[in-house]
């Protein structure tokens, strides 16, 4: 193949090889949605600077068909906050109660908590998340006693994507201060995605058409035209 032709690229990052989630400006597709989460990020961090405290931002709710990028926007989230430690799980993963109760009591104010296919919580540990979320609580049991001791939880950020919204507890999905739709992309802006992606790995590509045939072939999501 010979050097890419006719194909407009610009620089969006610094990171390596610039595929890495680092910001927003990394997100390409979804003009809309990225700019109602830069507009309740900038009201986030000037709210923070008016209180001078750390206010919390969220919980988020993405929701869409697999392959749109929820949990792209969900890292590019977390880099916008510029949060120290981020925690990517999912919903199977929670169910341990281990598991869940670990994140929890180890996630402080500057941690953000990714959990993917939130629909697949179950009952339980959908309400025990409610309480996190609501009432900033744990309830654990307490050793010689049948009571649960309520345990304190830090202001954490935590973002739920779902492929099923409907699966979700209404109760726990009406907590979200921020439901974004991400949806199937059209062949052209498949075509600016991959273009962006091979130039940042260094692939030759030897015309925009094989971008758009391979965005034809990718069932309108990215992630199959990047395979």
Not at 76 to 100: D, Q, R, Y
Not at 109 to 129: M, R, Y
């Amino acid at each position: 193949m010979t050097h890419m032709e006719n194909i407009e690229m610009t620089e969006v990052g610094t990171d390596v090889n610039q595929t890495e989630i680092t910001s927003l400006n990394h997100i390409k597709g979804n003009p809309l949605l990225i700019e109602v989460l830069r507009t309740s990020i900038d009201a986030y961090f000037q709210n923070r600077a008016i209180k001078q405290d750390k206010t919390t931002f969220g919980p988020v709710l993405l929701v869409g068909p697999s392959g749109t990028g929820k949990t792209a926007i969900g890292k590019a989230i977390h880099c916008e906050l510029a949060n120290m430690k981020f925690v990517e799980t999912n919903g199977e993963m929670l169910n341990s109660s281990t598991e869940l109760t670990h994140i929890l009591l180890t996630a402080d104010h500057d941690t953000t908590i990714l959990v993917d296919e939130a629909q697949s919580l179950n009952s339980k540990n959908q309400h025990i998340l409610l309480t996190a979320i609501s009432e900033k609580i744990l309830f654990a049991p307490k050793e010689g006693s049948a009571r649960k001791q309520a345990i304190p939880l830090s202001d954490f950020v935590i973002i739920f994507c779902s492929t099923h919204e409907y699966q979700i507890q209404a109760a726990l999905a009406n907590r979200a201060r921020l439901i974004c739709r991400t949806d199937y992309y059209d062949t052209e802006t498949l075509a600016d995605i991959l273009g962006h992606r091979a130039y940042a790995s260094g692939w030759e590509i030897e015309s925009k058409e094989v971008l758009l045939e391979i965005g034809r072939r990718s069932k309108a999501t990215p992630r199959i035209g990047y395979c």
